[in-house]
């Protein structure tokens, strides 16, 4: 139980153009689910926290308007970045909130290379 | 605000030995915690966590952990550690109720066979 993935698990994009980057609980429904992002050997560094039904909250120092969030339904969040730029390539990690647990579970990630 | 140290940033143990990697955190009040194990392709997977009850957890792969309040530490342990047990391992920590986690830096274990 408690599985979480992601699509896709890597994309390659030109500069300026948009990458949507789902996120989908399979086996349970999450009204939060948070975004990650992690560079080569270093630790997860939360983005936002993207709530069902409402805003998503973005951690200090992310651009909400580069990094677009929608939690659409309990079971699945996107995110989307904007416009994006060699930057921006990095590796995404998705989680779900397990209210039961109180609990994050992890997708296995999607790796961005933007050319 | 919370913080996470790993004061470990990369362990290198022979096969079949013992293991314990720090995580120390920095908060007043109630918190959960949680250790993750990262293996090299795949995605974070739950080792073990602690809410209450009991400060000695045991988790999944014969990996414990001791919640030691008086030192607001959490370390992780195994006492014979196998090839397979090579991966980047993280502490991460929420205030007692919210769902946010705070991460440590992560810690590269490699087993040499």
């Known amino acids: 139980g408690a599985v979480v993935s992601q699509h896709p698990s890597w994309v390659i994009c030109k500069s300026g153009t948009s990458v949507k980057i789902e996120c989908r609980s399979l086996d349970f429904q999450a009204t939060t689910m948070f975004w990650y992002r992690q560079f080569p050997k270093q630790s997860l560094m939360l983005m936002a926290t993207s709530n069902e039904g409402s805003k998503a909250t973005y951690e200090q120092g992310v651009e909400k308007d580069k990094f677009l969030i929608n939690h659409a339904s309990l079971t699945l969040s996107t995110l989307t970045v904007t416009s994006a730029h060699p930057e921006d390539s990095s590796f995404y990690i998705c989680?779900?909130?397990?209210?039961?647990?109180?609990?994050?579970?992890f997708g296995p990630g999607t790796r961005l290379l933007v050319l | 605000a919370q913080s996470v140290s790993q004061h470990n940033h990369h362990v290198i143990l022979s096969e079949a030995a013992s293991l314990e990697l720090g995580c120390n955190y920095s908060y007043g009040g109630t918190v959960n915690l949680f250790w993750y194990v990262q293996y090299p392709g795949q995605h974070l997977q739950l080792l073990l966590k602690y809410f209450s009850g009991d400060p000695l957890v045991k988790g999944i792969k014969g990996f414990e952990a001791e919640f030691i309040k008086s030192k607001f530490s959490f370390n992780l342990r195994k006492p014979s550690v196998q090839w397979s047990d090579t991966a980047e391992y993280f502490c991460?920590?929420?205030?007692?109720?919210?769902?946010?986690?705070?991460f440590g830096q992560g810690t590269r274990l490699t087993i040499n066979p």
């Open positions: 989680s779900a909130w397990l209210s039961s647990q109180e609990t994050q579970y």
């Open positions: 991460a920590v929420n205030a007692g109720g919210a769902q946010k986690l705070v």
